[in-house]
């Protein structure tokens, strides 16, 4: 019979022992052909099931039921079972094939995986289950968990191989669907009520009929003896409050300490913040004084908050009245910019802030709190960050209200005029319209422009300059209006991209702007309009050429981009969006979903705001 299966007739002699096979053969291709046809039909299998100390009954009732079904007319196959967790499958490949199929899909089905999804918006980090119940998503068998270590909002799915890559693929679908809006309601009484049981239920209902997630965005903590709070939002999206409390109950990404030198936590805020925090805010505190010494006015230094409700502890050392020869308000600016540039770096979206130096340190609250919101001013116009709200909070009634006075004179202003402003921290032009300013090392300007692009350029920075171009900057921030007016501020995509280019293009760029007439000097495979790149390497390796000394020149321009789609190297300017032959798309990119460079058409679309001189 076996001869009959595989085909050899009667030229080759089969002898079956107990544990092999033999056969015979006058013609030596014939065995060889014999050999090759029994290891097609006929395969055995070995599997060990992981974290079993034998083979479960489920998996060995399947298999058994699966054999029986196979050999109702002849015996095709066969498991045996070890003493461990061991399977054996024997028989025609067909069917051992079958069985072994069975045996995976039990494993993956018992083995848990993790994988992590990136979400669009940090609030779904906790509220993705919700959500996808809401809109009958099946997720049995896969568990949810926020991934807090990644700076972007992550999860981690959980669960068997199979439910979770199959969960995972029909997510990433679900998650480009999502959109996400925010309503003020101006009314008076508007969060008292959305914050009362009826005001929730009502809130309730909507949600599950639109099957959306509605939150009410958390406001500053307020006794019944506060002022309340004033609200200011800012041009570039900056939303600062000012209230009477306690910092010690605010819940912010991170609070910010009015330290002494020696980090010796013993009055006002800072006795305060460090009772509230715990012992290992006071601990951390000696530490860092024992290996760098005493901190320096104007410096940030960052400790554990420990029972307090932020992630850190940023410890601010702010000058003390009478001991800066009249330049308190200088050095005070000087110490917020740390702050916020601190908090930046640390990609936090929210402070909370007291008025520093105006306790124990003695400096003028009037003083004080104008500084703090002359920083605060200045951060704001760089645009493009991360953090996005910033509380401004004390316990003193005077001081709230000097802080709230400040915001109303600095941040209030309306019109044109404020839009067309220089920026704050520009150095004075002295009637002059351009100016470069060599940034020093130790400054946070310096160390953030620095920073992002050592990211991926690996190169030996000689050093920095900020571009002061008044009549660039007034033709930027009116391109900046126009397109605000047309997409709305929601789509001005304002970024800080990268340009690399010769020492001699560098007049023409700072003094004229990017000039869109030089395309095709190296490439335009996305369209004949101006180059930007999103990872400062791609500029500096291929499009940043060495002058005669070896020194490599690249500019971090701010740039527009605006609505943009995927261009391609026929094109002289953006296409329409639709039909309407005037609404075009701003920009264009080489990949819609993850650009890595941005194309512009219009010269006043990007602002070279500073020069980085490398090797």
């Known amino acids: 019979m076996l001869c009959d299966i595989l085909g050899a007739g009667d030229k080759v002699e089969v002898e079956l022992r107990d544990t092999e096979l033999h056969f015979f053969s006058l013609n030596a291709n014939k065995l060889d052909e014999s050999e090759k046809k029994m290891e097609e039909k006929f395969s055995e299998v070995k599997y060990d099931i992981p974290n079993c100390f034998v ?64 979400l669009p918006f940090p609030e ?44 995972k693929n029909r997510l990433g679908l679900f998650l480009d669907s999502i959109v996400q809006d925010k309503v003020t309601i101006e009314m008076a009484g508007a969060v008292r009520f959305f914050d009362c049981h009826a005001g929730r239920e009502s809130l309730l209902k909507v949600a599950h009929a639109h099957k959306c997630l509605i939150q009410l965005e958390e406001q500053p903590h307020i006794s019944r003896h506060n002022l309340g709070f004033a609200k200011y939002n800012l041009q570039h999206g900056l939303q600062v409050l000012v209230c009477e409390g306690d910092i010690t109950k605010q819940d912010a990404d991170a609070l910010v300490n009015a330290a002494n030198g020696d980090l010796n936590h013993i009055g006002g805020v800072a006795a305060a913040l460090s009772k509230a925090g715990g012992p290992q805010v006071q601990k951390e505190s000696k530490t860092i004084v024992k290996q760098t010494g005493k901190i320096p006015t104007g410096k940030v230094v960052v400790t554990t908050g420990g029972n307090l409700k932020c992630k850190a502890l940023l410890h601010a050392v702010g000058p003390v009245g009478g001991k800066e020869s009249g330049r308190e308000r200088i050095m005070l600016e000087k110490t917020v910019h740390n702050v916020l540039n601190l908090a930046e770096m640390m990609e936090f979206k929210s402070i909370a802030m007291p008025c520093i130096s105006s306790g124990v340190f003695g400096v003028p609250i009037r003083v004080c709190s104008d500084a703090i919101v002359t920083a605060i001013k200045t951060f704001d116009s760089q645009g493009g960050r991360s953090l996005s709200k910033i509380v401004l909070i004390d316990n003193r009634v005077e001081v709230v209200r000097a802080m709230q006075e400040a915001c109303d004179r600095l941040l209030q202003e309306k019109g044109t005029r404020r839009n067309l402003e220089l920026p704050q921290h520009w150095e004075s032009m002295h009637g002059q319209y351009f100016k470069k300013v060599e940034l020093q090392h130790y400054s946070s300007e310096y160390q953030k422009v620095a920073t992002d692009f050592l990211k991926t350029a690996k190169y030996s920075i000689h050093k920095i300059e900020r571009v002061q171009n008044v009549f660039l900057w007034q033709a930027f921030s009116v391109c900046r209006q126009r397109i605000i007016a047309k997409n709305g501020s929601a789509e001005l995509h304002e970024k800080f991209l990268y340009h690399g280019t010769s020492a001699e293009s560098c007049n023409c760029i700072e003094r004229d702007r990017f000039d869109r007439s030089y395309a095709g000097t190296h490439a335009a495979v996305y369209g004949k309009g101006v180059y930007f790149a999103v990872n400062a390497k791609y500029s500096a390796d291929t499009y940043s050429p060495a002058d005669v000394s070896g020194l490599k020149r690249l500019y971090v321009a701010r740039v527009l981009v605006g609505r943009y789609t995927v261009g391609n190297s026929s094109m002289k300017a953006p296409p329409p969006r639709g039909s309407d032959p005037t609404d075009c798309f701003n920009s264009l990119v080489d990949n819609q979903q993850h650009p890595s460079m941005f194309i512009i058409f219009h010269d006043d679309q990007a602002y070279p705001e500073y020069l980085i001189t490398f090797r």
């Open 124 to 167: 779904l980090v906790q509220l993705l289950p919700e959500l996808l119940q809401l809109h009958n998503f099946d997720f049995s068998g896969v568990t949810f968990s926020p991934l807090t270590a990644y700076s972007r909002p992550t999860v981690v799915l959980e669960g068997s191989a199979n439910n979770v890559a199959e969960v």
């Open 55 to 118: 083979v479960p009954p489920e998996l060995r009732e399947k298999l058994k039921s699966k054999t029986n079904e196979m050999n109702q007319k002849e015996c095709r196959a066969k498991v045996v079972f070890g003493a461990d967790n061991t399977v054996y499958l024997l028989g025609h490949t067909k069917e051992v094939e079958e069985l072994s199929d069975a045996v995976i899909e039990f494993i993956l089905d018992q083995s848990s995986i993790e994988a992590r999804v990136e």
